[in-house]
């Protein structure tokens, strides 16, 4: 064999080693990716949480608006695209409210429900809403379906805590 055939046989030998390397290291990117972007979201038995929607809760939320919603996209440094609601709730009965929890649906163009987040809008460690108040919220969605109608989600409230 000549100089040039052993040299070339080194080479195609070295080949599966390198790309198996190559692909444990993507791998392991991905995977620590993957990781800090689950590392944004609340987990444990905080985050399992729900708030009560009893049938006193339940007539309250009648005195619950959302108002002045409006929705931005934008890309992160990994062009990875996020959703942005934004707007104001509006108290308009006379008891404080303490927590809001909220489902947004999103709809296809047939208006079948595609997506249905969950989300706290007035978490129990923010301030108060007093009856009569209002306070301005955002909401963060990392994946909206293709599918989407591109018409404003439905907010509907979904769990409440009440003070006096």
């Known amino acids: 064999m000549s100089p040039e055939e052993i040299s070339q046989r080194e080479q195609r030998s070295q080949f599966p080693l390198a790309f198996a390397a190559g692909a444990v290291v993507v791998l392991l990117l991905l995977g620590g990716l993957i990781l800090l972007s689950r590392g944004s979201h ?3 038995a905080g985050a399992a949480a729900k708030l009560p929607f009893g049938p006193t809760e339940q007539a309250y939320s009648e005195h619950i608006h ?3 919603i409006q929705m931005a996209k934008a890309n992160n440094f990994l ?3 996020f959703t942005y609601i934004a707007g104001t709730l509006w108290n308009d009965g006379a008891r404080t409210i303490r927590a809001v929890d909220v489902t947004l649906e999103f709809h296809d163009p047939f208006n079948q429900v595609i997506l249905r987040e969950n ?3 007035v978490g129990p460690k923010d301030a108060p809403v007093p ?3 209002r306070r301005d919220f955002q909401i963060t969605l990392e994946h909206v379906p293709v599918e989407w109608n591109q018409q404003y989600p439905s907010i509907r409230v979904t769990g409440l805590i009440l003070g006096d």
Request: proline share 7%; net charge negative; hydrophobic share 15%.
């Open 79 to 81: 062009n990875q695209e």
């Open 119 to 121: 989300e706290s809008v």
């Open 66 to 68: 959302f108002k002045d």
């Open 42 to 44: 609340p987990s444990g």
């Open 131 to 133: 009856g009569g108040q």
